[in-house]
């Protein structure tokens, strides 16, 4: 298993932007594909982007594409979001996840980080 924590959140106002970041412990990091959810108040958590672990395949919500980019840095065992053109509606707490399998990330099953508040004021 690996051990998840995110930074990089903080208050922006609407078309601003942020860079996420999540750093994983273990040897074993560039095996795993790699994900973000966020989570609204009063909502349930929702997936937003995947990484393979090569960096190879990527995946997205229809809501963020085109404005936000996951990339990944194996040798610094380290994932990243940025988020562009940032919107209200993208206020929530966001999580890191981890996982062998691509497809299991995508599905929310796996290592969670504890999440990073982002905000977007209008």
């Known amino acids: 298993q690996v051990q998840l924590v995110e930074s990089g959140g903080g208050l922006v106002q609407a078309g601003g932007s942020l860079r996420l970041s999540c750093l994983a412990s273990?040897?074993?990091?560039?095996?795993?594909?790699m994900g973000w959810f966020r989570q609204a108040p009063g909502k349930e958590r929702e997936f937003v982007a995947a990484?393979?672990?090569?960096?190879?395949?990527?995946d997205y919500v229809d809501s963020v594409k085109g404005r936000f980019t996951i990339s990944r840095d194996n040798a610094k065992n380290t994932i990243y979001l940025q988020m562009d053109s940032l919107k209200p509606e993208d206020t929530a707490v966001y999580y890191c996840?981890?996982?062998?399998?691509?497809?299991?990330?995508?599905?929310?099953?796996?290592?969670w980080g504890q999440g990073t508040q982002v905000t977007v004021s209008s």
């Open positions: 990484i393979s672990w090569n960096g190879g395949r990527r």
């Open positions: 273990g040897r074993a990091f560039s095996s795993y594909a």
């Open positions: 996840i981890a996982n062998r399998d691509f497809t299991v990330v995508v599905g929310g099953f796996g290592s």
